[in-house]
C-alpha cells in the first residue's frame, strides 16, 4: 500500500540504503555492459565510427521518451518505476548476451534506463528535503561513481577474458537491481491521475520545460548539467581511441581503468561539495567547471599512464564539485513548480541532447581522420569557454 514517508527520517534511512544499492547495481550494470559491448563490436569487426553510434542510440531514447517518463515517475509510486526500469535493462542484456544485434539490446537498456532515471533522482525529493537534499545527491553520486569504477574496471577485465561470461555478469547485476528495488518502500505517488493521452502528456511536459528554462535558477542547472555530461560522455569515447595513440596500448582494460581514475575523483569532488556548497551557494561550483576544461587540454597532450591517471583523478574531482549542487538545485526548485519527476525528464533532455550533439560531432571528426590528441583539445578548449560563458551570465 501506498504511504507517505516522515520528512524527518535520518538521511542513511532504510529508503535511501534501498534507493542507494538499487542505483548501485543498476550503473554497475549500465558501466560494466558498456565496454563489454564496444568489445562485442571490436569482435564483430564493426568499424571504430559505429561505437559513438552505439550511445548516441542509449542516449537517443532519452530524448524521445523525455515527454513522458516524467509523468510516468510522478504517477506511480516511484521505486516500482525504477523497478520497471531496471527489468527493462535487464531484458537489453539477456538480448545481447544470447547472440542477437547488439545495437538493438542497447537501445532497449536505454529504454529501461530513460524510465528509470526521473525516478532514482525525483525519489530523492521524497525521502528527504532542503539541505540535506545536497548531502543525498552526493550519496546517490558516491554510489554511480562507485559502480561506475568498478563496473567499467569489470567490464574491461571480464571482455578480455570471456565475452559471454561478461554479458552474463551484467544480466545478473541487473537482476539485482531489480531485487533491491522491491526493498523500497510504495510511496504515494507525486502527482496521480494526469492524463495519459499523447497530446496532453505532450504539452504538459512542453509547458513544465518553458517554466524550468524561464526560471533563471533552474536554467543555469540544466545548462551546467547539461554541458557537463555531453563533455562527460564523450570523453569516454575520446579515452577508447586516445589510449593507443598516446600511450601504445590497446587492450580493453586500460581505457576501463582511465575511467575509473574519473569516478574515484567524483566521489571525492560530491563529497567536497556536500560540505562547501549549499543550495544558496551554488555558484561556487563554477570555477571547476571552466577547470575541466582546461585539464582536459592538458590530460590530452600527455604521453605518460601515470600522469593521465592522475590528470584524469583531477577532472572528477572537479566534475563532481561542479554537477552535484546543479543537480540539488534544479530537484528542489523542479520539485515545488513541475514535479521533481517532470524536472528531471526536461534535465534529461537537455543533458542527452547535449550529449548526441558532442557525439555527433566526435563521430564526425573521427570519420574524417582527426587526430585523437587534437580531437581533445580543441573539446577541453571549447568546454571550458562555454562554461565561463555560463558562469559570466549567471552573475549579470
Keep these: 500500500m501506498s504511504q507517505p514517508l516522515n520528512r524527518d527520517t535520518p538521511l542513511l534511512s532504510r529508503s535511501m540504503l534501498a534507493v542507494i544499492v538499487a542505483q548501485f547495481f543498476s550503473a554497475f550494470g549500465d558501466n560494466a555492459l558498456l565496454f563489454v559491448t564496444l568489445a562485442v563490436l571490436k569482435n564483430q569487426y564493426y568499424p571504430d565510427w559505429s561505437q559513438p553510434i552505439l550511445q548516441m542510440l542509449f542516449v537517443a531514447t532519452y530524448i524521445l521518451l523525455a515527454p513522458f517518463v516524467g509523468q510516468m515517475a510522478d504517477s506511480f509510486a516511484k521505486g516500482r518505476v525504477m523497478m520497471f526500469g531496471n527489468s527493462l535493462k535487464l531484458l537489453g542484456a539477456l538480448i545481447i548476451c544470447f547472440g542477437f544485434n547488439p545495437f538493438l539490446g542497447y537501445t532497449l537498456v536505454g529504454i529501461g534506463a530513460a524510465s528509470y532515471s526521473p525516478a532514482k533522482y525525483g525519489i530523492l525529493t521524497e525521502i528527504t528535503h532542503g539541505e540535506r537534499l545536497v548531502k543525498a545527491n552526493g550519496l546517490m553520486e558516491g554510489s554511480t561513481i562507485a559502480a561506475i569504477l568498478l563496473g567499467s574496471v569489470a567490464g574491461g577485465i571480464l571482455a578480455d577474458w570471456n565475452l559471454v561470461a561478461a554479458l552474463v555478469v551484467c544480466a545478473m547485476t541487473y537482476a539485482m537491481a531489480v531485487v533491491a528495488n522491491i526493498f523500497i518502500p510504495r510511496l504515494t505517488a507525486a502527482r496521480p491521475g494526469q492524463s495519459w493521452h499523447f497530446g496532453a502528456m505532450l504539452r504538459s511536459f512542453v509547458a513544465a520545460t518553458k517554466i524550468l528554462w524561464r526560471n533563471g535558477e533552474t536554467r543555469f542547472s540544466l545548462l551546467g548539467t547539461s554541458l557537463f555530461w555531453g563533455a562527460g560522455v564523450t570523453l569516454r569515447f575520446l579515452l577508447v581511441l586516445w589510449v593507443p595513440v598516446a600511450l601504445g596500448i590497446s587492450d580493453n ?3 576501463t581503468t582511465l575511467n575509473a581514475m574519473v569516478a574515484i575523483g567524483i566521489v ?8 562547501l556548497v549549499t543550495l544558496q551557494t551554488v555558484r561556487r561550483c563554477m570555477p571547476a567547471g571552466v577547470l575541466i576544461g582546461v585539464m582536459v587540454v592538458v590530460f590530452a597532450l600527455q604521453q605518460s599512464l601515470l600522469n593521465a591517471y ?3 583523478m583531477l577532472i572528477g574531482a572537479l566534475g563532481g564539485f561542479f554537477v552535484v549542487p546543479l543537480n540539488a538545485l534544479l530537484q528542489e526548485r523542479g520539485k515545488d513548480t513541475v514535479g521533481s519527476g517532470n524536472a528531471i525528464a526536461v534535465q534529461n533532455l537537455g543533458e542527452n541532447t547535449a550529449m548526441l550533439l558532442m557525439l555527433g560531432l566526435y563521430t564526425v571528426a573521427i570519420k574524417l581522420g582527426a ?6 583539445v580543441g573539446f577541453g578548449a571549447i568546454f571550458a569557454v562555454a562554461i565561463a560563458l555560463l558562469w559570466w551570465k549567471s552573475r549579470r
Design 268 to 275: 571525492i569532488g560530491a563529497a567536497a561539495a556536500a560540505k
Design 371 to 376: 587526430p585523437a590528441v587534437a580531437t581533445g
Design 253 to 255: 582494460k586500460t581505457p
Design 310 to 312: 592522475l590528470i584524469l
